[in-house]
């Protein structure tokens, strides 16, 4: 089992940037698929981004590719998510979760991650 808890989350004007951390607990990190979802008010949780247990893969959603990247350091049992060049529309409240499978492939679907974190509020004014 792993906890999740993440930070970095706050008020930025459009074309700022922030970065967001998630530290997870337990000596297992790098056996876990790492990913970042989002959730604006009255909309489903959507991914972000993914990255496979070593970083030697990652996965963008079409919104945020060339914008975001996700990163990992296993030494400090951690999951970055830098977002550059942000827009209104990334105003949301930011997920990491932890996929325990085995297999390569990183997923997008909400349903293949079995641990989350409490969420950090991103806004981004106009």
């Known amino acids: 089992q792993v906890e999740l808890a993440e930070s970095g989350g706050g008020l930025v004007q459009t074309g700022g940037s922030l970065r967001l951390s998630c530290a997870a607990s337990g000596r297992t990190f790098s056996r876990y698929k790492m990913a970042w979802f989002r959730q604006a008010p009255g909309k489903e949780r959507e991914f972000v981004a993914a990255?496979?247990?070593?970083?030697?893969?990652?996965d963008y959603a079409d919104s945020v590719k060339g914008r975001f990247t996700i990163s990992r350091d296993n030494a400090k049992n951690t999951v970055y998510l830098q977002m550059n060049s942000l827009k209104p529309e990334d105003t949301a409240v930011y997920y990491c979760?932890?996929?325990?499978?085995?297999?390569?492939?990183?997923?997008?679907?909400?349903?293949?991650?079995?641990?989350w974190g409490q969420g950090t509020q991103v806004t981004v004014s106009s």
């Open positions: 990255i496979s247990r070593y970083g030697s893969t990652t």
């Open positions: 979760a932890a996929d325990q499978d085995s297999g390569g492939i990183v997923a997008v679907s909400t349903t293949a991650y079995d641990y």
